[in-house]
């Protein structure tokens, strides 16, 4: 097998080195392997080149940005993807029910069984998990320019946030039925049920099926955030409104934080999202 190893090194504030040994003594000597190290700069134009080679399958050591970022790379013919969570949150690898350890996760990476998912384009860009606008993008906005990283790093950011947020925004969602308008804390286009906390917000969603849900969240409520831990499928419709769609245009009347899988992307009055279905193949447990 002619392989690709990608790997964030600072994601997760984990040393990537006894990592990558594992790998390299897991394939011994028959595989092919090359390494790219992700630079958080340019990595976008380095990875386009190595993907001019042909490869069998890439393996992605790092978080939900990183595995964001190889897929965009990848373009209209991706690879299938082993993925290796290595990241603060692992949202997806939760998602997908992959193993964490390292250990168990490497022949997960490597082996036959594969399951396709959908991704969200959101104003051109590429999500696979959940994105949002408002109250949790300012919290990663916070954390990005933190000293602290891992999750630590959203722990003392969250409470100042909380108290110093912005909102509620006014959001208009216009589908292709129909326009809305709800006032929330945030908005998110989830494309699984849940964050990588654990929190179940979207309960019937499925990384698969063809359509992303718009969760509308209107207040801070201690019973229902507790009650998405419980992994609970009845969400009051005061707390979240779901809206289940393929494409969608949501505005805000002001520039609000907007982030995708983790990461902070600016300011904006408008996103454009439509889904784009089995959009990736990764290597799922047997
Ligand atoms: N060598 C590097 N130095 C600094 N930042 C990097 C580097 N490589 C990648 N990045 C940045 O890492 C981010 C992606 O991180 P990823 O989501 O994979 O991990 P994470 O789960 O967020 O972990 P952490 O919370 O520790 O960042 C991107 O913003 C990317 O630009």
Request: proline residues 4%; aromatic residues 8%.
């Amino acid at each position: 097998m002619k392989l690709l190893l990608v790997i964030n090194p600072v994601s997760g504030d984990n040393d990537k080195e006894p990592l990558i040994k594992k790998i390299k003594d897991y394939l011994g000597s028959q595989n092919d392997l090359d390494i790219y190290k992700t630079n958080g700069k340019d990595d976008a134009e380095r990875l386009r080149k190595y993907f001019q080679k042909k490869y069998d399958r890439v393996l992605v050591m790092g978080g939900d940005g990183t595995i964001k970022s190889v897929a965009e790379t990848m373009g209209d013919n991706p690879l299938s993807m082993g993925i290796i969570p290595a990241g603060s949150a692992n949202g997806l690898a939760h998602d997908l029910e992959l193993p964490l350890s390292v250990d168990e996760a490497i022949p997960v990476a490597l082996g036959s069984k594969t399951r396709k998912i959908d991704a969200i384009c959101l104003n051109g860009q590429l999500g696979l998990h959940i994105s949002d606008l408002g109250l949790n993008a300012e919290l990663i906005k916070k954390y990005e320019s933190s000293f602290f990283r891992g999750k630590l790093g959203y722990a003392l950011n969250s409470i100042p946030t909380l108290f110093q947020s912005e909102g509620p925004y006014e959001f208009t969602i216009e589908t292709k039925d129909i326009t809305y308008t709800h006032s929330g804390i945030m908005l998110a286009f989830a494309n699984s049920n849940k964050f990588g906390t654990g929190a179940v917000v979207n309960p019937e969603g499925k990384i698969d099926d063809g359509v992303f849900e718009i969760l509308v969240f209107k207040k801070i409520d201690v019973i229902e955030i507790f009650k998405t831990l419980q992994n609970a499928e009845n969400l009051s419709s005061d707390f979240v409104e779901i809206i289940p769609v393929k494409q969608a245009r949501v505005r805000t009347e002001k520039p609000v934080d907007f982030q995708i899988d983790g990461e902070y992307c600016h300011t904006v009055s408008e996103v454009n999202a439509y889904i784009a279905p089995q959009k990736l193949e990764i290597a799922i447990a047997e």
